[in-house]
């Protein structure tokens, strides 16, 4: 079973990305859960997000205490949080930055794959607005390989429709071509 979390606030769409890639995995013929886990916060108040694929029936229903994936959509939470908390050896650190995996590798102090990408210019420049979740998702696509791009689109699309969808579509695919990936 492959778990991911995602750290980010609210609005940035972290329980939104988790969705999508249970849908597209259970599309795939995955099984798959997707949840959120917050309170009563507010726009901008850190979120966290879980997500579970599997290709045999997942019968746990806590939160994701051990992540294979972690996913940070905004960099300002890495002054808050230790995203590699539970973190299993090997596993993958998705960070938004503009800094090379490298300059990372100090901070996850795990024998973890680094990788990062510039989700807020790519956002900004697709989107006009720094939503950064689908171009997270092409990052994490990239990084993992457990769903293809074409396996993201129809759940996208229903999601955000065909005009909105497509832009979003536009600014994952930059991210799967400019994401950084420390081996």
Do not use: W
């Amino acid at each position: 079973m492959l778990e991911i979390r995602l750290h980010g606030r609210g609005g940035q769409g972290a329980v939104t990305s988790a969705e999508l890639v249970a849908i597209a995995a259970i599309n795939k013929g995955n099984f798959a859960q997707a949840f959120p886990s917050f309170g009563p916060e507010r726009r901008g108040a850190p979120v966290v997000a879980f997500c579970r694929v599997d290709d045999k029936k997942i019968n746990i229903r806590a939160k994701v205490y051990h992540p294979d994936v972690v996913i940070v959509l905004d960099p300002g939470l890495l002054t808050l949080i230790d995203p590699t908390e539970g973190m299993n050896e090997n596993g993958i650190l998705i960070l938004n930055t503009k800094k090379a995996p490298g300059d990372i590798a100090a901070l996850a102090g795990k024998s973890v794959r680094v990788v990062t990408v510039d989700a807020n210019t790519i956002a900004l420049e697709e989107l006009g607005r720094p939503i950064v979740n689908t171009t997270m998702l092409g990052a994490f696509i990239r990084a993992t390989g457990l769903i293809d791009i074409e396996d993201i689109r129809e759940p996208l699309m229903e999601r955000f429709g065909s005009k909105l969808g497509s832009r979003n579509m536009k600014a994952l695919e930059r991210a799967y071509n400019e994401v950084f990936i420390k081996e």
